[in-house]
């Protein structure tokens, strides 16, 4: 019975959890200022959101809409792409949650 009941919270847990997450692009953008901030279409401005790509994860603080390329879901600043390490690649598939 225990066991069910654990099982059960895992279950529910974990399907809380990836209900919420995005798999897409991420894309940066230059500009002055930055820290980490991030664009998102839906995500209320001041969220911060988690995003994950190659074994790194950071957090970035939603301060724009977009982007409005198809695919991507998040468009990252400067300083947030260089702690993730995707400036080399410019576009990298990542989780969004």
Same mark, same amino acid.
């Not at 692009?25 to 988690?50: D, E, K, N, Q």
């Not at 074994?55 to 809409?65: A, H, L, T």
């Not at 702690?83 to 080399?88: C, E, Q, S």
């Given at each position: 019975?225990?066991?069910? +009941? +654990?099982? !059960? *919270?895992?279950?529910?847990?974990?399907? *809380?959890?990836? $209900?919420? $997450? @995005?798999?897409?692009? !991420?894309?940066?953008?230059?500009? /002055?200022?930055?820290?980490?901030?991030? $664009?998102? &279409?839906?995500? *209320?401005? %001041?969220?911060?959101?988690?995003?994950?790509?190659? %074994? /790194?994860? +950071? @957090?970035? &603080?939603?301060?724009?809409?977009?982007?409005? +390329? &198809?695919?991507?879901?998040?468009?990252?600043?400067?300083? *947030? $792409? &260089? !702690?993730?390490?995707?400036?080399? !690649? %410019?576009?990298?598939?990542?989780?969004?949650?």
């Amino acid at each position: 019975m225990k066991r069910t +009941i +654990i099982l !059960a *919270a895992v279950i529910s847990l974990s399907t *809380a959890f990836s $209900a919420d $997450a @995005q798999s897409g692009l !991420a894309s940066y953008y230059g500009g /002055r200022g930055g820290g980490m901030t991030c $664009a998102h &279409r839906t995500a *209320a401005m %001041g969220t911060v959101l988690t995003v994950s790509h190659g %074994g /790194r994860s +950071i @957090q970035c &603080r939603v301060n724009d809409r977009g982007p409005f +390329i &198809r695919g991507r879901i998040v468009d990252l600043s400067v300083t *947030a $792409a &260089r !702690a993730l390490g995707m400036t080399g !690649a %410019g576009v990298v598939p990542v989780s969004v949650y």
